[in-house]
């Protein structure tokens, strides 16, 4: 299975504020998706980001507070713009292998003051 | 309606107990399931694949209703290992897409205790 890196593992922010985290796999893949996980609930798609082309979203998120990059085939980052408390989750990036199967990131956990 | 729904739980077993997850889905298209782990404070990994058949991995069973939609998910012979958040994941093929979209369930909670 791929070996998934994300940073940073935590981060601590101010309201108003964004944070980057970034997602590197030790393969080259096409699609990378990233999900959001918010407190005692389950795991929720944000986007998928195809390199070369602009990541697809899905229904209630948008590219403004979601911004995203895929310069290569083994790296993608999320933004999360103009953070506010209900921000506070955990990210997490993804990658397909073995047809269906996902592989995780280890998460980001975010949590917005 | 939810698209995939689960049990929250918690399940409480002691060890060596037999416990059973089920799931259900609401999307007749959906085309393949999984069974995912997630630890506290660590991402979900893959447990197994459902397979149509059934399928087997040592103390775990995962089986699929297609007729009524729902997979399960048994373990026999509970370790206190096995204590994590079970989620159950179903794959649609979506309209224009050739990778599909997995949905996740909202987990289930087993505690394994002494």
């Known amino acids: 299975s791929a070996v998934i890196s994300q940073k940073p593992s935590r981060d601590i922010c101010q309201r108003g504020t964004s944070l980057t985290i970034q997602c590197q796999v030790d393969?080259?893949?096409?699609?990378m998706f990233w999900y959001r996980q918010q407190p005692g609930q389950s795991l929720t798609l944000i986007a998928t980001?195809?390199?070369?082309?602009?990541?697809?979203?899905e229904s209630g998120f948008v590219i403004d507070k979601f911004p995203i990059s895929r310069p290569n085939l083994t790296f993608s980052t999320l933004t999360v713009s103009n953070m506010s408390p209900e921000d506070s989750s955990i990210y997490l990036c993804s990658v397909r292998q073995g047809g269906e199967k996902l592989f995780f990131g280890s998460g980001t956990q975010l949590s917005v003051l | 309606r939810k698209e995939v729904e689960q049990d929250p739980g918690p399940f409480n077993v002691p060890e060596g107990a037999t416990v059973a997850f089920n799931c259900t889905y609401s999307n007749s298209a959906s085309q393949s399931f999984f069974w995912y782990r997630q630890d506290c404070r660590k991402e979900p990994k893959l447990l197994m694949s459902?397979?149509?058949s059934g399928n087997e991995d040592g103390r775990f069973t995962a089986q699929l209703n297609r007729a009524s939609q729902y997979i399960s998910l048994l373990i026999r012979d509970s370790k206190l290992s096995d204590s994590a958040t079970y989620l159950c994941?179903?794959?649609?093929?979506?309209?224009?897409?050739?990778?599909?979209?997995?949905?996740f369930g909202q987990g289930t909670i087993l505690t394994v205790h002494p």
């Open positions: 459902v397979y149509s």
């Open positions: 393969s080259q893949v096409t699609m």
């Open positions: 994941v179903v794959n649609t093929n979506a309209g224009g897409t050739s990778y599909g979209k997995l949905t």
């Open positions: 980001a195809n390199q070369g082309s602009e990541a697809t979203y």
